[in-house]
Each structure stands twice: as structure tokens, then as C-alpha cells.
């Protein structure tokens, strides 16, 4: 799976539609038993959420972009099918949560392509839900020092952490992740499948559990003047560093 969201592949409400849908349709068709998702972004392999879609929007806006987030993160993170990831750009906030659902994730080696959960740094907080994935990843004390600082990791960095498995020349992240992939296909599918639920199911309950609380924290969150305020300084510091 390609994504081509052009320029930074950002998680609009539509391109989450989009992914969702894809996902959905690969799910259904039984001969398919496991998905590559890459980027054909140039150098990014998603910039995260779309900070348009949560700045100057109203409530019931903000809330249906919220729940197709929730509804994105919950699909990849439980897919029964084998989830790798290729990832061959930048992938900060929402773009590192993608990459932590998938089961296995190969990093080109190119120090302009970090990776983590940086939302500290444009004022606003990771959610519950992305701290956990985060936790169950790297461990709670870098996560909690990760996550406070909005640590973007280069490649070499997030080997060492482990928030990703392998980093490899940039022109061998594709045949690599193809390799990988293999390799978890020669499990057998049901007993794969069981054991993936049984060690992501725990976290995803707690969202689950929860959803509706979720989506009002985010609605409430997100509509303050000063997070409003952030995101706008964040947005304007993006357009002036194009000069
Ligand atoms: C109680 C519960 C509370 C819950 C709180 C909220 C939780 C929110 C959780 C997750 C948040 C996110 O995912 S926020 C998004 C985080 N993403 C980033 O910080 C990345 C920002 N972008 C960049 O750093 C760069 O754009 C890039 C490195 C990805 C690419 O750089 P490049 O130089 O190639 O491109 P430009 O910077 O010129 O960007 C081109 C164009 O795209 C716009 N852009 C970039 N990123 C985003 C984005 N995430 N959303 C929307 N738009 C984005 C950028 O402004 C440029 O637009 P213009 O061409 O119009 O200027």
C-alpha cells in the first residue's frame, strides 16, 4: 500500500477514508495475507495528522476527524492480516503512530527521516492511546523521556530504542521489507492472528472502552484558544520556514 497524499501525505479526513477503505477491502479478500505500507512521498512518509483539520473547525467537525482517527489506528493495530512497514521518509506524531501499528517496521537509513510522537512540541499532547503503543514498544522510561521531550529520532537513535526493527540502506527498504515479510508469512495465519490479538488486544480495549470519552477529550482539548493558539503559531512557523 502506497501512500500518495501529496506534499507530506498528511492524515486528512479524506485520505483516512481512503485508508480506511483500502484497508477494509484487502481485509475482505482472503487472498490477501499481509500488507507493505510505504510512503510515494518523496523523503516523508506521512507528516502526521492534518493540523488543518483540527485548527478553525468547528466541534462536530473536529469529533468525526477524531473518530476516523481512532477508527484508522484501531484497524491497522488489530489487522489480522501482517502489517510492515516500509518507511522511507519522515514520520512524526500521527505518521510514528502508523508505523508503530504495523508489526515490523524497516526505516531507510537517511538521518532526515526521524521518527517519534513530537507533539509536545507544537503544544498539544499524545493521547492516551499513542502513549501506550509508544510504551508497549520502546518501555515506559524512554517513552516517558521521549515523550515529554518530542523526541524525533534519526535512524541510527531509533534502532537503538527499538521504536524501529531495522534500519537499512534507503534503495533496500522495500526488498527488505519484502524479505520480512516472508518470513512472518511462513507462520501459519491462525496461530499468528491469535497471538497478535492476545498481545495487542489489552490496549486496544482501553480505547475501545472508551471512544466516546475520547473524542469529547479531543473536541475539548483541541477547541481551547490556546491549543488553537499553538497549532497556529506551529502552522505559521511551517509556512515561514519555506522563506
Ligand atoms: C486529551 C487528548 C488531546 C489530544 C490532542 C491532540 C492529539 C494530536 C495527535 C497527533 C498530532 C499530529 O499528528 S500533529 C502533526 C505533527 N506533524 C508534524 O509536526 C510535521 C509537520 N510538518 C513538517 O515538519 C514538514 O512539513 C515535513 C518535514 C513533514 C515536510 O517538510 P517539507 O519542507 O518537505 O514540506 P513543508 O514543510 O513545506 O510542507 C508542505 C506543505 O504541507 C503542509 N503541512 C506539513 N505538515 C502538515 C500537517 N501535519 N498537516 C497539515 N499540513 C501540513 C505545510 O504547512 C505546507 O503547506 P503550504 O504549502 O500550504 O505552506
Known amino acids: 500500500m502506497k501512500m500518495r497524499n501529496p506534499p507530506v501525505n498528511s492524515l486528512s479526513l479524506e485520505f483516512l477514508t481512503e485508508l480506511l477503505i483500502s484497508l477494509e477491502?484487502?481485509?475482505?479478500?482472503?487472498?490477501?495475507?499481509?500488507?507493505?505500507?510505504?510512503?510515494?512521498?518523496?523523503?516523508i512518509f506521512s507528516a502526521g495528522?492534518?493540523?488543518?483539520?483540527?485548527?478553525?473547525?468547528?466541534p462536530a467537525h473536529c469529533a468525526e476527524y477524531w473518530k476516523a482517527v481512532q477508527e484508522l489506528w484501531l484497524r491497522v493495530y488489530l489487522s489480522n492480516l501482517v502489517?510492515?512497514?516500509?518507511?522511507?521518509?519522515?514520520?512524526?506524531?500521527?505518521?510514528?503512530?502508523?508505523?508503530?501499528?504495523?508489526?515490523?517496521?524497516?526505516?531507510?537509513n537517511n538521518p532526515k527521516y526521524?521518527?517519534?510522537l513530537n507533539e509536545t512540541l507544537l503544544g498539544i499532547?499524545?493521547?492516551?492511546?499513542?502513549?501506550?503503543?509508544?510504551?508497549?514498544?520502546i518501555g515506559?522510561?524512554?517513552?516517558?523521556r521521549a515523550l515529554q521531550l518530542g523526541f524525533l529520532f534519526p535512524p541510527s537513535d531509533a534502532l537503538q530504542v527499538g521504536i524501529v526493527d531495522q534500519v537499512v540502506p534507503e534503495d533496500q527498504v522495500q526488498s527488505t521489507a519484502r524479505s520480512v515479510?516472508?518470513?512472518?508469512?511462513?507462520?501459519?495465519?491462525?496461530?499468528?492472528?491469535?497471538?497478535?490479538?492476545?498481545?495487542?488486544?489489552?490496549?486496544a480495549d482501553r480505547l475501545l472502552q472508551q471512544r466516546d470519552a475520547d473524542i469529547q477529550n479531543f473536541v475539548r482539548f483541541i477547541s481551547r484558544d490556546s491549543i488553537q493558539?499553538?497549532?497556529?503559531?506551529?502552522?505559521?512557523?511551517?509556512?515561514q520556514k519555506k522563506g
Open 25 to 43: 477491502k484487502l481485509e475482505n479478500d482472503k487472498t490477501f495475507r499481509g500488507i507493505i505500507i510505504t510512503s510515494d512521498c518523496p523523503g
Open 49 to 58: 495528522l492534518d493540523l488543518l483539520e483540527m485548527y478553525g473547525r468547528d
Open 83 to 108: 502489517v510492515i512497514g516500509a518507511i522511507n521518509g519522515i514520520s512524526p506524531a500521527g505518521g510514528c503512530l502508523l508505523s508503530l501499528s504495523c508489526d515490523y517496521r524497516v526505516l531507510a
Open 114 to 116: 526521524a521518527i517519534g
Open 125 to 137: 499532547i499524545a493521547p492516551f492511546w499513542f502513549k501506550d503503543v509508544l510504551v508497549n514498544t
Open 140 to 144: 515506559h522510561r524512554a517513552a516517558e
Open 181 to 203: 515479510m516472508a518470513q512472518w508469512l511462513a507462520i501459519p495465519d491462525h496461530a499468528r492472528q491469535l497471538t497478535k490479538n492476545l498481545v495487542r488486544k489489552p490496549t
Open 229 to 239: 493558539k499553538s497549532l497556529h503559531v506551529y502552522l505559521e512557523k511551517l509556512k
